[in-house]
């Protein structure tokens, strides 16, 4: 709505201004002119404008819930340890996001947290490359190590963490990371 009014005191504003002529019909300085005085015009109309972005992030942190593989079934850990052959591996997370499940150190299954796939510098997938032991992020070549902290940039953050948990029937359960990171002393993504 504020955008369309906006847009109306514009058009009136430039109508106005230019009376017989068509806006197509208007020099370029002309035009820059008429839409600079209609900017300064709607400012002081006070006509709001849209919401910012910041205003649109939330600072709460998301629900938990019960990861799932590629075909959207809940992951269970003895499943996911035999499949994923001691290599991170991929699946659904938090607000539908995907994160990396990473396998346990010292015999263990899994580790009690896992990484949030998107890089931190533009949000492409970061992929796990076995040769390296790395995640490293295909778009502009960001690097991160194998608990998804920044070792190369553009990214200018470490992947997102996230807690790992098991339920009573052995289903991988994660829940928001609330505490401080272990990796580099910054709050959690989603409080950011």
Do not use: I
């Not at 514009?10 to 005085?37: D, H, I, K, Q, Y």
């Not at 593989?69 to 699946?91: C, I, M, T, Y």
């Amino acid at each position: 709505m504020a955008m369309r009014a906006r847009g109306l005191a514009l058009l009136a504003f430039v109508t106005m201004v230019c009376r017989p002529c068509f806006v197509s019909e208007l020099p370029r300085r002309s035009l820059a002119a008429a839409a600079a005085a209609g900017s300064v015009a709607l400012a002081l109309l006070k006509v709001p404008g849209p919401a910012p972005a910041s205003a649109l992030v939330t600072k709460k942190p998301p629900k938990p819930v019960v990861a799932q593989d590629k075909s959207f079934q809940p992951v269970e850990v003895a499943s996911w340890a035999q499949a994923s052959k001691g290599q991170p591996d991929l699946v659904l997370g938090l607000r539908g996001d995907p994160y990396f499940l990473l396998p346990g150190k010292d015999g263990g299954a899994l580790r009690n947290f896992a990484l949030r796939a998107e890089c931190t510098h533009l949000g492409c997938l970061a992929n796990w490359n076995r040769v390296v032991n790395k995640f490293v992020c295909p778009c502009h070549g960001s690097e991160y190590d194998d608990q998804g902290k920044v070792l190369k940039g553009p990214a200018p953050q470490s992947l997102a963490l996230a807690h790992v948990e098991l339920t009573e029937t052995q289903k991988v359960r994660l829940v928001a990371w609330t505490e401080e990171d272990f990796r580099d002393g910054s709050e959690p993504w989603w409080a950011a």
